[in-house]
Structures are given as C-alpha cells and as structure tokens.
C-alpha cells in the first residue's frame, strides 16, 4: 500500500523490544565461543533452522531462544556491545527512538551486580546516541536526533536455575512460598531502580512485568509497582498475551499500568474465566472503552502474537483490527527483532498491508509512539523532540505523497 522506502525513511520509534531478544546472531555465535556456552550450532543458517525460526508452536518454543542469549549476556562487556548494536540496528532503519527492556536480575552474578549491568546497558546505547547525534545532518537540524530509555523487567515468575541471583532468592527463603518469592524479587527491583534513579544518570524510564502469564496473576507484583508509582516512574505491563481481559484490567487497576505490552486477548471472550462476569461482551466493551478513553497505550507486536499463537492462522486476524475499530491508542512494536526475524519498518509495512490504515491514520499511530513513550527528559523537552519528529515526518510525507 505504501512505499518501502517511504516507511524506512519516516521516524518511528519502537517501545516494545527486549535486549536479550534482539541480538544479532553472528554476535551470538562470537559471546558464545568467548564465554563458553553451548549453542545447537555455531552458523547462522544453523540456529535459524534450530532456534529463531519463521513460526513456533507454541510461546514456550519461543522462548528456547533466550536461554541461549541470557547465558551469553552474563559480562558488562557483552551486554554493553549487544545494547550498542541493537541501538544502531536501529539508527539504520529510521527508528529514532527505543525503549530497551530486559530483566537485570537474570543477569546478576558473583562479577555483576545490579549497577554495573545498567551502567554496562546504558554505556552502550550512550555510546550509539553519541556517535549518531554529533552527525552534521543532526547538529544541522536536517533530522531529529537519536533517543532511549531503558526498561526493567520483573517476572511474573520463574525458576532457581534461570539465574544466580535467583538461584540465591531461593535458597535463603527456604520457608517461603513461590508467589512470595516472586513478590519479594520484585519488590527488590522497585528498589533498586529507586536508589539507582537517585544516584546516577541513567535513563531508566519505566518498571514492566513479563514472563508467564497465565496463572501467573499481577496482583502478586502490586507492592512493587507501588513503589515505582511512588517515585513516579512509568510502569507498562505485558498483559492479554496469553491470558484475556481479566489480565488487562488487573495489569490498569492492580499495577496501575501506563501502557499494555500485546493485549492481544482483548477482545476473546473465551479468555475470560471468571464465572463473576455474566456478560462478557459488556465486560470487554466496558475496558476498551476504559483503555480508550484514558489513552492507555498498546504496544502491537504482530509477527510475534503470529508466531507464538497457533490458532492465529492469518496476521488480518489480529485483534490490532479491532483496536483500531475502537479507537484504541496503539503503537507498533517488534517485541524481540531476533526471536521474531523483525524490525520496526517490517512491522509497519505488515500492518499497513494487511489493515485499513490511510495515511493520516498511519501518521497517528507513529507520532504517537513518540508521544506515548517514556521519555527520559523533562515534559517540556519531551514536547519540543515531539515537534521536531512530527515537522520531519511531515517534510517525508510531501516528499512521498505531495498530494495527501
């Protein structure tokens, strides 16, 4: 429907995108040699057959691969050399802002505390902001500069034997049950972050919650998100990937969540599980007129609902459809741009060849991304960037389509 290069060309941001999901492989394949982690093959054709495949069959085969990405991220060195790569990987494409996400406490260990992995992340995104903004076409104004924040990710739940730090957590509450444990680690990032916020520079912009879903309730990860909210940090959810509306409303009324990761279950009634919720067409209509109203954001990632959801047979089946039908704020995302093969410019072109989305519309959905997002600077400064993309994006859009 639109130009390739057109979309390539306008910026965009990308607000859903896990670090430890969006490496590059052959960088893969070079920490893993170096750190000594067994991978099922060391070429690249290899792994995409073995690992980061086209479609899976299930979330859980989707997640294999961050069992061999997370073992190689377990040195600043690696992580500030993913976190550089992944910065320009987007640079290259038009993506002029990120939201980097990942789980700092799958990454402690006896070299690496929790400071030192967020000085190591951020270095290396600095280090691409840097170099990409002291360009003459940036201090020229020729083109909206390069920005991030970073995002850090509690679990909904998970095992001793996924990390250190979590091996430790266990094994000093010993007496304590599963879902404690789960509320207790995530009440330590809350606090981490808190001091960390207070005592450096880096951006850490928002608190997110991902990992497991179903049977997994966020209510059990509200004292953290208490805390955030406390100190005013930003706070997104992963919500409706797996689990229905029932999730979504805890994730906006437990958690207090500024925007949704996938909300995919939306509109399923066959999601909800409470026998309490007579009608289930009033309870779906009545949220997303909840989430619409208030502007509650929904970070879209289409190629990974398509392939962690077997029953999604054809991408036009996306609930992203019926989001835009209702009015909902949306934003269009990659979620892990090695797990899913993505960038941010396929994403948009999938969704504009498979959606109603006209031109205007289409300039919504991006601007709004930067709109929506977590900004690391003042509101003020924030609003000036805003302007800056949207005069770009209008001078691509004349230079594209002159008559629209």
């Known amino acids: 429907m639109y130009k390739l290069e057109f979309l390539k060309k306008i910026p965009k941001t990308d607000l859903h995108l896990h670090l430890d999901g969006s490496l590059r492989i052959p960088t893969l394949i070079e920490l893993a040699k170096e750190n000594n982690v067994q991978l ?46 992944l910065a320009w990987d987007n640079i290259n494409e038009g993506v002029r ?24 992340v951020n270095k290396g995104l600095k280090r691409a902001e840097t170099e990409y903004n002291s360009s003459e076409k940036i201090k020229n104004n020729e083109e909206p500069p390069f920005h991030y924040g970073i995002i850090v990710c509690s679990l909904r739940m998970f095992m001793p034997m ?24 995530s009440i330590e990032l809350a606090k981490a972050t808190e001091k960390l916020l207070n005592t450096t520079d880096i951006p850490v912009v928002g608190f997110d ?9 966020a209510g059990t990860h509200k004292t953290a998100y208490e805390i955030c909210h406390n100190y005013f940090l930003k706070k997104t959810v992963h919500a409706g990937e797996a689990y229905g509306a029932e999730s979504i409303f805890q994730a ?9 990761g996938h909300g995919f279950y939306l509109f399923d009634e066959n999601k909800i599980e409470s026998k309490k919720i007579v009608d289930k067409q009033k309870y779906i209509r009545d949220l997303a007129n909840y989430i619409a109203d208030r502007r509650i954001t929904i970070e879209v990632c289409l190629t990974s609902n398509l392939q962690t ?48 989305i006209p031109l205007k519309k289409l300039r919504d959905i991006i601007i709004y991304g930067f709109k929506r997002s977590f900004f690391p600077g003042d509101y003020m400064t924030k609003r000036k960037y805003c302007r800056q993309i949207i005069d770009y994006y209008d001078k691509i859009q004349k230079e594209f389509y002159p008559d629209a």
Do not use: W
Request: charged fraction near 25%; aromatic fraction near 12%.
């Open 40 to 85: 099922p093959s060391y070429t690249v054709d290899g792994l995409k057959q073995l690992v980061f495949k086209d479609r899976y069959n299930s979330l859980a085969e989707y997640l294999q691969g961050f069992i061999y990405t997370v073992a190689t991220l377990q040195t600043a060195e690696a992580l500030e050399r993913v976190a550089y790569e």
């Open 97 to 120: 802002y990120i939201e980097v996400r990942f789980a700092p406490q799958l990454h402690i260990n006896k070299n690496l505390s929790f400071e030192q992995i967020l000085e190591a």
């Open 162 to 185: 996924m990390s250190e730090y979590y091996r430790k957590l266990f094994e000093v509450h010993k007496y304590s049950t599963q879902e404690e444990i789960f509320a207790l680690a």
């Open 209 to 217: 919650l991902a990992g497991q879903e179903n049977g997994y309730p």
């Open 252 to 260: 906006i009324t437990h958690l207090k969540a500024d925007r949704i």
């Open 309 to 356: 959801n077997p029953n999604l047979k054809d991408i036009k089946e996306h609930t992203f459809k019926k989001m835009l039908e209702h009015g909902l704020s949306v934003t269009i995302c990659t979620d892990n741009m090695l797990m899913s093969n993505t960038t941010v410019t396929k994403e948009i072109k999938l969704a504009v060849d498979n959606f109603n």
